[in-house]
T-cell receptor, first 114, second 114 residues
Framework: GNSVTQMEGPVTLSEEAFLTINCTYT??????LFWYVQYPGEGLQLLLK?????DKGSNKGFEATYRKETTSFHLEKGSVQVSDSAVYFC?????????????FGQGTTLQVKP | DTEVTQTPKHLVMGMTNKKSLKCEQH?????MYWYKQKAKKPPELMFV???????INESVPSRFSPECPNSSLLNLHLHALQPEDSALYLC?????????????FGDGTRLSIL
């Protein structure tokens, strides 16, 4: 079955540090991949997406590249800010599935200190 | 600003009360979802509506009753809930139930059962 594995958190960084959150997936079809962010007390916001191999999604300084050969979709940001503190979820949707379920990783908590 | 609107933002109810959660989207999406989320965990799918018909029920207890009055609205009726039902309830929508398009989430209703 389809699954998503994220690196365990929490991840604690100083402001302006480089961020990587690892995400790998298992899928039988051809999934679309997503990163969602959840700020404290809020719902999930779509951060970025990629729908096919070698696509790069980017938004708000965050980037992730769909790597089919390594089944990965790692999230990166060159210089984090305190306001980036949140929980980050990697997720996939298998376009060939008749349910289109969104499969989430376990989430990674990021804390950025001034 | 989220394009999926949920009301109320907070709800406290006793175990014998009846209440409803509401969700609205005006993006022309034909699939709508209810999720339950516990703190720092990924959302768990409860129900999926596609073209206003219930397509998926993830074995949710009957004390939760979904309703889709039209293509823009989704309700979740609550009755005789248990303390373990306290959680954040998220509504989401996507263009279609199947396919690789992202799901868009509301900010959720934080439910507390006394």
């Amino acid at each position: 079955g389809n699954s998503v594995t994220q690196m365990e958190g929490p991840v604690t960084l100083s402001e302006e540090a480089f961020l990587t959150i690892n995400c790998t997936y298992t899928a039988t079809g051809y999934p679309s991949l997503f990163w969602y962010v959840q700020y404290p007390g809020e719902g999930l916001q779509l951060l970025l997406k990629a729908t096919k191999a070698d696509d790069k999604g980017s938004n708000k300084g965050f980037e992730a590249t769909y790597r089919k050969e390594t089944t990965s979709f790692h999230l990166e940001k060159g210089s984090v800010q305190v306001s980036d503190s949140a929980v980050y979820f990697c997720a996939l949707r298998d376009g060939s599935s008749n349910t289109g379920k969104l499969i989430f990783g376990q989430g990674t908590t990021l804390q950025v200190k001034p | 600003d989220t394009e999926v609107t949920q009301t109320p933002k907070h709800l406290v109810m006793g175990m014998t009360n009846k209440k409803s959660l509401k969700c609205e989207q005006h993006m022309g999406h034909r699939a709508m979802y209810w999720y339950k989320q516990k703190a720092k965990k990924p959302p768990e799918l409860m129900f999926v509506y596609s073209y206003e018909k219930l397509s998926i029920n993830e074995s949710v207890p009957s004390r939760f009753s979904p309703e889709c009055p039209n293509s823009s609205l989704l309700n979740l009726h609550l009755h005789a809930l248990q303390p373990e039902d306290s959680a954040l309830y998220l509504c989401a929508s996507s263009q279609e139930m199947q396919g690789g398009q992202p799901q868009h989430f509301g900010d959720g209703t934080r439910l507390s059962i006394l």
